[in-house]
T-cell receptor
Framework: AQSVSQHNHHVILSEAASLELGCNYSYGGTVNLFWYVQYPGQHLQLLLKYFSGDPLVKGIKGFEAEFIKSKFSFNLRKPSVQWSDTAEYFCAVNAQGSGNTGKLIFGQGTTLQVKP | NAGVMQNPRHLVRRRGQEARLRCSPVKGHSHVYWYRQLPEEGLKFMVY????????ESGMPKERFSAEFPKEGPSILRIQQVVRGDSAAYFC?????????????FGSGTRLTVV
């Protein structure tokens, strides 16, 4: 069965610090990979996604993620965080291929708190 | 706002009552997914529907939960005889095609509290 693991449950950083959130998945086939952000009281918004091609993906708001196939990882990074990045971050996968119904498997989420 | 509309935003029910959660997808989207977010947990897939059809309900609890997406009107997630453990945020997402490259559009969720 597919599963997604996010290593950091709660991260506290000061503004301008660099961010890296870990995400590992378990699945034998080819996957699509996503990072979503959820600001307090709001819906999930897509930060970035990887389907194929360049394993370094750039998303909105200065975020990027790198897909390392050999490590089954898709870590999220940002060189310099801002207070407004305080939110919950979710890594998600779904399976490519003919059996793909589009359902996403989410990690547990990482709460990021950025101190001004 | 042409996004996914969910209502109500907040719903309080007493144990044993019924909860009905509504989801109006993005115009033109015929695929709807429901997810549940329990406190301190990530989102868990519940059910995937196309118009008038349930495609994948592998994440739905076996009892008390049902979902529909009629030809006309919003998708409905129905929870009968609610219990405290049903308290959670329920999110709906819609897409133009299943598993498409563009991902989904999520709604703002319905926060169900069972008292």
């Amino acid at each position: 069965a597919q599963s997604v693991s996010q290593h950091n449950h709660h991260v506290i950083l000061s503004e301008a610090a660099s961010l890296e959130l870990g995400c590992n998945y378990s699945y034998g086939g080819t996957v699509n990979l996503f990072w979503y952000v959820q600001y307090p009281g709001q819906h999930l918004q897509l930060l970035l996604k990887y389907f194929s091609g360049d394993p370094l993906v750039k998303g909105i708001k200065g975020f990027e993620a790198e897909f390392i196939k050999s490590k089954f990882s898709f870590n999220l990074r940002k060189p310099s965080v801002q207070w407004s990045d305080t939110a919950e971050y979710f890594c998600a996968v779904n399976a490519q291929g003919s059996g793909n119904t589009g359902k996403l498997i989410f990690g547990q989420g990482t709460t990021l708190q950025v101190k001004p | 706002n042409a996004g996914v509309m969910q209502n109500p935003r907040h719903l309080v029910r007493r144990r044993g009552q019924e909860a009905r959660l509504r989801c109006s997808p993005v115009k033109g989207h015929s695929h709807v997914y429901w997810y549940r977010q329990l406190p301190e947990e990530g989102l868990k897939f519940m059910v995937y529907l196309q118009k008038e059809n349930i495609i994948d309900e592998s994440g739905m609890p076996k009892e008390r939960f049902s979902a529909e997406f009629p030809k006309e009107g919003p998708s409905i997630l129905r929870i009968q005889q609610v219990v405290r453990g049903d308290s959670a945020a329920y999110f709906c997402a819609s897409s133009y095609r299943p598993g498409e490259s563009y991902g989904y559009t999520f709604g703002s969720g319905t926060r169900l509290t069972v008292v």
